[in-house]
């Protein structure tokens, strides 16, 4: 069984970068479809991108398209999140989530398909 730990959150400005940082222990993720989401107070949980094991395929919401990219490091068990000009509806806490079952991308394109997930780390971008 895998625990993620996120981190990287802080607080910006508008048009500033964070990267997320996404450690995986107690296994490897080499073969997980890593992903992540965000929750805004009082909002439900939204999709924001996924990628495959290969990290061949990827999939975005369309709020961060253009904006965001998904990566992975499957030598140091690491999933990451670059957010290049950030915005204040991008303030949200950002989960980290794996799964294994190898499902279809257009599956891991929702958050109730990840089997594992991390505590958070919050974004906060100033306006």
């Known amino acids: 069984q895998v625990q993620l730990v996120e981190s990287g959150g802080g607080l910006v400005q508008a048009g500033d970068s964070l990267r997320l940082s996404c450690a995986a222990s107690g296994g490897t993720i080499s073969t997980y479809t890593m992903g992540w989401s965000r929750q805004a107070p009082g909002k439900e949980r939204e999709f924001v991108a996924a990628i495959t094991w290969s990290g061949t395929t990827t999939r975005y919401a369309d709020s961060v398209k253009g904006r965001f990219t998904i990566s992975r490091d499957n030598a140091k068990n690491t999933v990451y999140l670059q957010m290049n000009s950030l915005k204040p509806e991008d303030t949200a806490v950002y989960y980290c989530?794996?799964?294994?079952?190898?499902?279809?991308?257009?599956?891991?394109?929702?958050?109730?398909?990840?089997?594992?997930w991390g505590q958070g780390t919050q974004v906060t971008v100033s306006s």
């Open positions: 989530a794996a799964d294994a079952r190898g499902f279809s991308i257009e599956y891991y394109s929702a958050v109730y398909a990840y089997n594992y």
